[in-house]
């Protein structure tokens, strides 16, 4: 999954909208709380300046009666609204009836004139929010003036009712608007990478042989992309067209002069002796140029190479091969099976077939057969691989040989022209260009030469 | 038997068609691709030697050519090119054999010999007519297993007379066939030549091998028989 660009950028878009969403939550849950309590806080203030105002704490010991409080949620008991005043010392002068059966804590000595707003629990474990408010009180009587502590609560039940509703109702619509956004970001995603969907989308129609070249109307970006990218498909086709054409021409200039020595010497019976000795160094020489011309003419497998059909090419050298070996009797012939690629140069396949079948017949006794099959490649992803088996009906190598004709210019029987060459150079071809192997199976019944190319 | 040589290094030219002489073909020889394509289209060519690399007409065009002009006579192509797509292309667009660069002239003969055997109809390097064996390869000739001698234009006239066995064959098909030169043709010549050969071959002046179809040249009488009918 995390192999496609889009499904990365869209996890991406995804981790931050979570976490950007999460952290909005967080702060507007913060916040909600913080005037959600400020609320609270204010309302026990109002208390707090009733409960002074109608107090008479020249009566300490009853500053307060039952029939003056206006809020009756302080005459309810367990009503979460509680409200009490202390002396000096934290004795309570006064509690509210609501506070049947329960107490809060005395919040101690402050200072005078100063609110005080703090987290309490009573002893029925009710969590509170409670205010508190110190006054220093002169009496009538010009006595030394007193401390009083008042200090109204409220349970936190209403205020978790509140913000759970709150981080209900956030929850709901960050919900909403996550998935929201998370559409609109695959959209936006989609629409801006469509060009490189294209690109790679035209990259496998090249590749599947469909296409020569990115065609698309790109944006700026890409522009230069993919105008490169034709310029290498082009270059890449004439620079090897080229290079074989450099070849060859070079095999045209050093293997003529061979060919004028090569016939002079065998012409001219005068030159017999001059003839004998030249021959194996003229040998050498015509296959080290063959061998060498032919391992640079190689072309492998390459990036975006157009795939090549085997059949028809398989065809192409079993005519030509009926055509050069017409007047001996061998049947020659291929089988295909179904939806064989080659993932490579053209010229490659037509060597590695052309020369495998073409040693073939000049050994085969009756019958030269070709089979072609598809192998399973070591990874999934990857493209099949090619086994190509080439039969004949003919003598073999002895088996201690086999590796000694598979080595460049080795030629086992001098009466067969050009056999060792084809070997070393298929060998060559597979072995460089495609990772691949080339085995040579000899019995009674005849020989096998088997190309196993791979495209990974 | 006429062969065209066409191959634009003068050198092996010149030594490849003394050889091609030598081994008793008449040979016409063009430097270039022009000049062969007027040879071949000109002469009764019996098979021609082409090389693809030539400067002006490369060797393909100019086997596409005679093909198009509707010339049958088979073609070898030499090329320096050993590359598998080169041969098949030389072989699809009308050759009938092709031979790479550096090659050994025995390699040329054997593969010219095969192809001239091919386009009458033979398959193997004996012709056999009845009792006659006439081993191409060897050069010899012989009746019911026992050797005649006969010289070298008495094999080249043989050659042709039993690879067109049953068939009549004009005295000026077989001058065109055996001389490269016009000045070169005589029919007195050819009349002595195939009175030798008949005194070589029937001294008993009963099985007349050769006959003459009056006005119209000469055929030889056995028909082929294949190795196993003998």
Known sequence: MLHSLHSRLLIVAGVVLAAFLSVAAAVLDHGFRQTAKASVQERLKGQIFVLLGLADLDRPSQPLTAAQIPDPALAMPESGHYAQVYDAKGKVLWRSRSMLGLTVQWPGERAAGNFVFEDAISSTEERLFCLSYLVQWEPRDKRKPEVYTLQACEGRREFNSQVHGFQRSMWLWFSGLAAFLMLIQTAILRWGIAPLRQIASELRAIESGQQSALGGNYPRELQALARNLNALLIARDTHLQRYRNALGDLAHSLKTPLAVIRSILESDHRARAIADALKEPVDQLDATIKYQLQRAATAGRGALAPPVEVGPILERIIVSLRKVYHARPILISGTVAPAVIFYGDQGDLMEILGNLADNACKWARSRVWVEILRDKPASDNARPWLRIRVHDDGPGVPPERVHEVMRRGTRLDQSVEGHGIGLATVREIVETGYVGELTLQCGPQGTVAEALLKFD | ?230
């Open chain 2, 1 to 230: 038997m006429r062969l065209l040589l066409v191959e634009d290094e003068r050198q092996l030219r010149e030594s490849l068609a003394a050889r091609l002489r030598s081994e008793g073909f008449a040979v016409d020889v063009a430097a270039n691709g022009a000049e062969g394509l007027f040879s071949g289209g000109e002469y009764p060519i019996d098979a021609a030697i082409v090389d693809l690399g030539l400067p002006d007409l490369p060797g393909a065009e100019l086997i596409a050519k005679w093909r198009a002009k509707g010339l049958t006579f088979p073609i070898l192509i030499l090329t320096a090119r050993s590359s598998w797509e080169d041969k098949v292309a030389g072989l699809e667009i009308g050759a009938d054999d092709y031979l790479v660069k550096p090659f050994h002239t025995e390699e040329l003969l054997a593969r010219v010999r095969a192809l001239l055997r091919r386009a009458a109809g033979w398959t193997e390097a004996k012709l056999r007519c009845g009792a006659f064996i006439l081993d191409t390869g060897a050069k010899s000739l012989t009746y019911d297993g026992n050797e005649i001698e006969i010289t070298a234009f008495e094999y080249k006239v043989l050659e042709y007379l039993m690879m067109h066995a049953g068939r009549v064959v004009s005295k000026t098909e077989l001058s065109e066939h055996l001389y490269e030169d016009d000045n070169d043709r005589d029919s007195n010549v050819l009349e002595v030549i195939i009175g030798r050969l008949r005194k070589k071959l029937d001294p008993s002046r009963e099985l007349n091998p050769v006959e003459t179809a009056r006005g119209h040249g000469y055929r030889f009488r056995f028909e082929r028989t294949s190795a196993s009918s003998e």
